[in-house]
């Protein structure tokens, strides 16, 4: 059990209102991440980080930001959202970086009207 | 083109079949390949981890590596209507702490 959790776990707003998930994490796991999952696109990269405060980029980082302010907690914000954002968010750990093995979290399903 | 390709699906079997998933990719620096299985409306979950080439067997799952020609297999023996998910196959660089996904391929077991 990777211990963790996800919140909220839905979400309907509308387009232009910002919006935040929470990642948070029991573990003491230096690395998280943000992916969205599409249907055909399988699970895309938004932005990670290897420890508090270090984070960076990932392939669909556009629209989004990060904010990793304890070891524990990843946030990510949707600073104005919009229809294309509309998407299944997933959050994952990982202990190692450089082994790769990632763990997520139960998701958040994110609906921009 | 995308760096890691799968089958869509869907595929499927009756139970007790042998089940062959298979994903193509282009990056020959990839050195860790990775399986998850996923249930409807959950997240991934870990299956199988392997380094480099070769195989790993884990009760009835079996990962293969080919890096010569680019492809990584998941056998499943005997399959049971339990197994009914989406398989993603991941990879990564040994420089990279990123995962890249295939889209999945959805497995139907029926009874």
């Known amino acids: 059990d990777a211990g963790i959790t996800q919140s909220p776990r839905h979400k309907v707003t509308e387009t232009g209102t910002p919006v935040t998930l929470r990642c948070h994490q029991t573990e003491n796991h230096r690395y998280m991440y943000w992916y969205r999952q599409d249907p055909g696109h399988g699970l895309r990269l938004i932005h990670y980080s290897y420890g508090v405060k270090d984070t960076d980029k990932g392939e669909v980082s556009d629209g989004y930001s990060v904010s990793r302010s304890k070891t524990e907690d990843f946030l990510l914000t949707l600073e104005s959202a919009t229809s294309s954002q509309t998407s299944v968010y997933f959050c994952?750990?990982?202990?190692?970086?450089?082994?790769?093995?990632?763990?997520f979290g139960p998701g958040t399903r994110l609906t921009v009207l | 083109q995308k760096e890691v390709e799968q089958d869509p699906g869907p595929l499927s079997v009756p139970e007790g079949a042998i089940v062959s998933l298979n994903c193509t990719y282009s990056?020959?620096?990839?050195?860790?390949f990775m399986w998850y299985r996923q249930y409807s409306r959950k997240g991934p979950e870990l299956l199988m981890y392997?380094?480099?080439?070769g195989n790993k067997e884990d009760g009835r799952f079996t990962a293969q590596v080919d890096k010569s020609s680019k492809y990584i297999s998941l056998f499943i023996r005997d399959s049971q209507p339990s197994d009914s998910a989406t398989y993603l196959c991941a990879m990564k660089m040994d420089s990279s702490y990123k995962l890249i996904f295939g889209s999945g391929t959805r497995l139907l077991v029926r009874p």
């Open positions: 994952a750990n990982a202990a190692l970086g450089g082994s790769g093995e990632q763990f």
């Open positions: 392997t380094y480099s080439s």
């Open positions: 990056n020959s620096a990839f050195q860790y």
